[in-house]
């Protein structure tokens, strides 16, 4: 029975199941129906299109094994924790997650050359791109004024306030996000004599990004999670509903969470070895975020790019399904087995880093040892003390630290366990 719950957890975990199917046509695998248009759709595009240009060829091909990647992914791939939209939207992911975990893999074993080769095929404009044209943010630091406050909001201002709204989304929790947010701003301070971008005025780093950007973005991500858990997540079926309204209306709602599950991360009972999976949680999204600047500028992209807001656009989906897996793997004693999409990010963000660590030989020349041996130290010890904090907190209130893990019908912390166990069950 024990090995039977285990598996169940796991299994919920990762090939979570819609209940109350009410358009069975979308949910059913049409198996034969894509095998057929898939044979037709190779055969039109490998016998029929024009093949004279080598370019042209190997694109359609890359093409092709991506299309029939997301096919198998569609067919054989697992859901995952989510169902919403749809599962094969998460299977594709899932799919297109471990193609770009492959790619890598194969950029591992190649030269600079040959990588900067192939990013110069992809688009040829990168050829008289420099990385020191980059624009620069630590200038005249003590001329302030409205104008240049206001010129240093842009649009990479907007994405870092989009991303910690998303941030605050995943994992729920303003001590962590805190956290990771000031002990970003070291990150940047500690690596800001290899990445020049870095450089940023005192001001523009802790009162533009972490007090404007990151912490409007972690207020306005908790406030949503907060008004996703006082809703009613009560479905009808689309065919129960008479009005034309009323079914635009539900199928809008189908891009919404499903249901809302609340996240504890630590409380009194929590163990060691749960308190260091947190605080080892805080570090690698420090280095994940690490990897997006050392690959641009390693490889001479601006940050407006194609692929490197496509790569960030990519992994803010795939870190949604990995948080919960990895969450849920910290926390439920039941849960023996990781996640395979949080499996696969966590070979994505080695690799990246790996990557990063040969291709940058020339730039990691320049390291400042000092300054690395006191950025791992502060980010060790930070983790620990922050994390320990919030676990000490909890302890001595007997209260969960978040503002949004406590459901209404909770009143006290003898049933709150009770409460939580049942939760569980849940799926976004």
């Known amino acids: 029975m024990v090995v ?15 209940e109350d199917i009410t358009l069975e046509f979308f949910y059913k695998p049409h198996t034969i129906t894509l095998l057929i248009l898939s044979i037709i759709g190779v055969i039109f595009m490998s016998f029929i299109r024009d093949d004279k240009s080598i370019d042209s060829n190997i694109c359609a091909g890359i093409w092709c094994v991506i299309f029939f990647l997301i096919l198998v ?20 992911v899932f799919g297109l997650s471990v193609l770009y975990s492959l790619t890598l893999l194969f950029l591992l074993f190649q030269k600079y050359e040959t990588i900067k080769g192939m990013i110069l095929w992809l688009d040829p404009n990168l050829k008289d791109f420099r990385i020191d044209m980059d624009k620069e943010y630590g200038v005249n630091c003590s001329d302030i004024n409205v104008e240049k406050f206001w010129a240093h909001l842009d649009v990479f201002a907007a994405g870092h306030f989009f991303g910690w709204v998303s941030k605050a989304i995943l994992v729920r929790h303003y001590g962590i996000l805190w956290s990771m947010s000031m002990m970003w701003e070291f990150t940047e301070v500690m690596f800001s004599h290899l990445l020049p971008n870095f450089k940023e005025c005192w001001w523009d780093a802790w009162i533009l990004d972490v007090l404007l ?3 409007f973005g972690i207020w306005v991500g908790m406030k949503i999670c907060k008004m996703l858990e006082m809703r009613d997540y009560n479905w009808p079926g689309i065919k129960d509903i008479d009005t034309t309204k009323g079914k635009i ?24 070895m749960r308190f260091f999976s947190v605080c080892q949680m805080v570090i690698m999204w420090q280095v ?56 696969v990010y966590a070979v994505i963000m080695v690799t990246e880093s790996l990557l990063c660590i040969k291709n940058g030989k020339e730039l990691f020349q320049q390291t400042e040892i000092f300054n690395i041996s006191v950025w791992l130290m502060i980010m060790l010890f930070f983790s620990v003390v922050s994390v320990l904090g919030f676990w000490q907190a909890d302890w001595l209130t007997g209260k969960q ?20 166990k049942t939760s569980k069950s849940k799926t976004l």
């Open 401 to 420: 630290f978040d503002a949004d893990v406590v459901p209404n019908s909770i009143s006290n912390d003898n049933n709150f366990e009770e409460d939580y």
């Open 288 to 343: 994940s975020e690490l990897n997006t600047f050392f690959l641009k500028h390693i490889f001479e992209m601006p940050p407006s790019h194609p692929l490197v807001v496509g790569r960030l656009f990519f992994l803010s989906i795939v870190v949604a399904p990995s948080t919960r897996q990895y969450y849920t793997y910290v926390t439920d004693p039941n849960c023996k087995r990781l996640g395979t999409q949080c499996w």
């Open 213 to 215: 950007c990151n912490g």
């Open 4 to 18: 039977q719950k285990k598996e169940s957890v796991f299994n919920t975990l990762n090939e979570c199941e819609v």
């Open 249 to 272: 209306k539900r199928a809008a709602l189908q891009f919404t969470p499903a249901s809302w599950t609340p996240v504890r991360w630590l409380d009194p009972n929590s163990s060691y």
């Open 73 to 92: 992914s569609l067919l054989a791939f697992p859901n995952g924790p989510f169902v919403r939209p749809h599962p094969a939207v998460w299977r594709m």
